[in-house]
């Protein structure tokens, strides 16, 4: 529910009544304080349902266990100071007396002196025992009498009465996570049923007219709704027990009847998408007539997250989250998981931390925290972050970073070569087997999926082929993909290779002109002659590439010093520039043969691109990089690479 | 299912057909290769369902994320050459086009050159722009144009199509396990159901005609099943459907018929109980009739664990799991778990490990691997590993140890001090924050309940009196609890205090005799008369307490040197006493008046025995041992003690 903004909002922009950016400890702060203390609510249910929650109230053990003293080995039960002066020569013979202890069998017969009981393992010692001796130490001597051949200390292989669990000892705490050894020791308690705090109910809505449901189709303009399915799937981590109410429409009746009806039934409000600044954002006009005290913060001095807004209606807390999924993902694990387990009665999250080197610089914001989403891997002296790089409004920014670090708020930059804290998303870094840095290609995916197949965690970094150089250059990677043409040469990415580079072939793309099929200014020519066609069409526009790609190159060459309409438009991949021409925001602009066929465009091919591989020579002979090698040579490899358009070397 | 031995049936068990004992590592290697490869049965699930399930399949983005060239803004979409003079003194005007780009809004109008067009955050730029500019930077020049006070770069605040996630691209293998964020990734690509590993079926059953299920009474000689319960909890946790079928008797035929239904609709069936090797055990002859290969292995050189049986029927797997609870436990991690986390599709389980010392010689037994459970605490330099001590039949061993070392099969010991390495049961060590080392008493748990209800991680290991004092001189806790009775002072624990080492006073508890309720032998005397009393019936019996105990030197002195029946029936535990009188094992003994209570006897006060605290010195300042003192003294504190039946000092 981002709005449109207009020039002629902007002066009643003032009275907005959320002007103050709270700094992020000063918004948690506030929100904590509005909601705690409370009481977390409670309620009992079976043992076996009570599975991953938190316990409500300390439990004491009712009973011993074991709750007599039992034997720990098949054998009997005798008095050792019968067996006092037993040995291999001279053994104690004992009579039996005339009743057998299996598990679960209550002795009836005392053990009298010059006497022995049989008993199982689990059996309970009878009255006059003191120890139970092995069968394997013991030998028959006729049918009511043994021999045995040892003595016996007072206790041996007795497990007294309560030495596991004593009647009346804290056995757990509330507020402890009940897993399957919680659960062991409950039940070997006998208790079967534990009160413990019940999940908060989160109503999750998202709002914005321009979400679509995944599994529907998507419409022009659309996109799918990514932080309803995530917000949704993370409450369910963190204790809660979400309720996702689909998309709701940009109005205000409608939405506010629908959140009433939320919060109404729920103790947690999460909305996602309403947080523009602009004139007609309403979601937080509607919040301030849901209860008291409303509104906490509005505009936090976060990045990402700046726009979150905290609210607490009557005891509830209502949180719009940014539209954006990283700013949503991020925000809602830093601000609101703190809040949600709190009302769950969970302890606050452990989160791991690690120690890593930032290869290069990373700008920041003066003035807001900044909390930089990256991947981890393994260098020469430790690990090193990368910043994923790709913003805010990108959930793999989030959804495929290892972790994330810290910039303070009074700090402009973190330069290259700094030390960072990395807080990490799950407890451990699994460091990948395979590191890829460099310029990506779906054919990569086709090599590396055996090595995934077979175990192997493989890593790949898309940051442009001269990243990945610099990358190799400094021993971050295994080997970096590029595709770099040198003009004085006339030749791909050897001439770019320096001491410690291998170069590794890899395979070969066509590029060629793209253009929507039936377009009649190029069917049927040839790339030269389709060029001249879009130039000399005055409506013609061009999508182009960014500078650095070597397919940029390939199209100034075609252009000849031209500048039709669109040269400045300059994505940075294949794929964006067929869905320019797919959308018809461009003519023509220049991708590759499998990306073109997958938006089922025309294709006119120009010039093969080699996509090559620059090794570190000092990381051939790992495991994972061999692996790499044998499936890039293997037929099996190069078949699937022809059949996705590619031409293996 | 434990049976009962008798010396007649030794001659008969050479004839055992699994007299073979494994290795750890052989029956794993065996068991593993009877039942892999496979293949991992997959299941269509819709994504809200799919949370914590492991990916059938790779995932490939079937679209373009975003779906088209975005603007990352509220501002206007424009031509990045127009403004290439733009600047505050010469702003660039521009004529505004007559269309609002909203979020989820497709353009019709292209911006032609000296043209904007307003465009909302997340709205699709249309055709002919190649950058936005943000509102603040723009001034209204009339209702149709716009004054722009700065150039813009070309792809500014556009975020292109794909560059998110482009379509082909791999983006998730088979395998991976659906955490919120992969179900960011795939809501984002519009996919509503993913193809999941289907979770294998676990039938669970218990054996043992001595267990009750919890939440029953338990009878005279039964057990709670704690197996049962922690076994399927254990199995939800690494990926399966757990089933838990009870108990079955210890009938042939009413197992057989019970294991092969159970058999029959799942994929695995893991019994408990029944491992002895006694002649009555009837579940691996039942094993052997239900497919092939049958039997794998039947005793495993491991500890504990040795009793465990594996077998294949059919292709599915067919455990016997041992009867003690931590054996139990331990070997299902240590040899089921791997397996069914393969047939789940799941990921080997990533154990944490740290470094340790161990204070302690721990014997070990030639010819096993043996893992000994330990509890962590923090030393002067690392950790240090407490074996839990309480051996394999005791619940707590392996559900109160931070985790397991590793002795190895031809070591007969681990020398104290040696460094080890702890697997850890849970991802993080979290380091207690007080640690108490030394006897425990169940008022110890009143005073330390307000600190753990503060957050505060509160550890009591407990190893005695003398052992406490052991590990307080080594700086290994922060205080040990004792009440040693120094016979030459005549003086309770002060007389025991070393250097660097304080006497917190604790409590008061009072000793006395304990009898059934209405035993006319003791009803109405004093300690003394009971003891003469006792002393003058032959059939009656005592139950004493271990040497070193303080309640023992009491014991001694009333008894005068006589040696009744029951003199050398020495538990370690107070509660052990009760349960034997109340149990009919014994008919007197020495415990504190809560315990009697608890147990309902009959009680007669003898001496007050004196709780203290050994505190150590250097670590008094600690914030948890501040907390702990304060609590000790706290007027809430001295009633919840006084309460309970102890005398605060």
């Known amino acids: ?21 709270l700094s992020r400890e000063d918004a948690l702060a506030r929100f904590e304080a509005a909601l705690f203390p409370r009481a977390v609510p409670g309620e009992q249910r079976p043992l076996a349902d009570a599975l991953g929650c938190a316990l409500a109230e300390d439990v004491t053990a009712p009973i011993d266990v074991p709750p007599f003293d039992r034997s720990n080995v098949d054998g009997f039960a005798v008095r050792s100071a019968d067996l006092a002066s037993a040995g291999e020569a001279s053994p104690a013979r004992v ?17 009298l002196s010059g006497t022995a009981t049989p ?29 045995i051949r040892r003595a016996a200390s007072p206790g041996q292989f007795v497990s007294y009465a309560g030495s596991d669990i004593a009647r009346g000892e804290a056995l757990l705490r509330a507020g402890t996570i009940i897993g399957s050894r919680e659960i062991g020791i409950l039940a070997a308690c006998g208790i079967a049923d534990v009160a413990v705090a019940r999940r908060p109910r989160v109503a999750i809505m998202s709002t914005g007219d321009e979400l679509v449901q995944p599994g529907h189709a998507l419409r022009p303009a659309a996109i799918y709704d990514t932080n309803g399915a995530i917000v949704t799937a993370a409450i369910t981590e963190n204790g809660g027990e979400a309720k996702f109410l689909g998309a709701v429409a940009d109005d205000e009746a409608q939405l506010e009847s629908a959140m009433r009806e939320a919060l109404a039934t729920s103790d947690m409000l999460v909305l996602s998408g309403g947080t523009s600044k602009g004139a007609g954002d309403v979601s937080h006009r509607i919040i301030s007539r849901l209860g008291k005290p409303g509104i906490i913060a509005h505009g936090v001095a976060l990045k990402p997250g700046k726009p979150l807004c905290l609210a607490v209606c009557d005891r509830k807390p209502v949180i719009i989250l940014p539209g954006f999924p990283t700013s949503a993902m991020f925000t809602f694990h830093d601000m609101i998981v703190p809040v949600l387990r709190r009302m769950a009665g969970l302890p606050p999250r452990s989160d791991a931390k690690v120690n890593a080197r930032v290869p290069v610089r990373i700008a920041s914001e003066l003035g807001r925290t900044e909390f930089v989403m990256v991947s981890l891997v393994e260098g020469a002296d430790g690990l ?10 990108a959930i793999t920014s989030f959804a495929q970073a290892d972790g994330f670090l810290r910039i303070d708020v009074l700090a402009d930059q973190m330069p290259a070569g700094s030390e960072a804290e990395v807080t990490l998303f799950t407890p451990h870094v699994r460091v990948p087997d395979l590191v890829i840095v460099g310029s990506h290609c779906t054919g990569l995916d086709l090599v590396t999926a055996p090595l995934s197949h077979a175990g192997l965690t493989v890593r790949s970094i898309a940051v442009g082929s001269l990243g990945g150089l610099s990358a190799a250059k400094r021993g971050e990677c295994d080997f970096a993909p590029i595709h770099l043409f040198d003009e004085k040469t006339g030749t791909y990415n050897t001439p770019y290779l320096t001491e410690g580079l291998e170069l590794v072939p890899g395979w070969r793309r066509m590029q060629g002109i793209v253009f929507r099929k039936g377009d009649q200014r190029f069917e049927g020519l040839n790339a030269e002659g389709a060029v001249r066609a879009a130039l000399a069409d005055p409506a013609c526009i061009m999508v182009n590439r960014n500078q650095g790609a070597g397919t940029r190159i390939l199209i100034d060459r075609l252009l000849g010093g031209a500048r039709p309409d669109g040269y400045w438009n300059q994505p940075r991949s294949h794929n964006a520039v067929a869905a320019a021409v797919a959308q018809q925001r461009a003519d023509w602009g220049m991708t590759i043969a499998p990306v073109a066929h997958a938006s089922n465009l025309g294709f006119i091919p120009f010039a093969e691109e080699h996509y090559d591989f620059a090794l570190v020579k000092a990381r051939k002979q790992r495991p994972a990089v061999q692996a790499f090698l044998d499936a890039l040579a293997s037929k099996v490899g190069r078949a699937a690479l022809a059949h996705a358009g590619f031409r293996p070397a």
Chains 1, 2 share one sequence.
């Open 119 to 147: 008993i199982a393992t689990g059996g309970p010692v009878p009255r006059g025992a003191d120890a139970v001796v092995m069968v394997e130490h013991t030998q028959p001597a006729g049918h009511r009498a043994i021999d």
């Open 384 to 393: 090193i972050a990368y910043p994923t790089g790709k913003g805010s409004g």
């Open 95 to 111: 009579m039996l007396n005339d009743e057998v202890i299996a598990c679960g069998t209550a002795p009836t017969r005392p053990v």
């Open 1 to 21: 529910m981002t709005n449109t903004p207009s020039p002629r909002d902007r002066d009643n922009s003032e009275q907005d009544q959320f002007l103050t950016i």
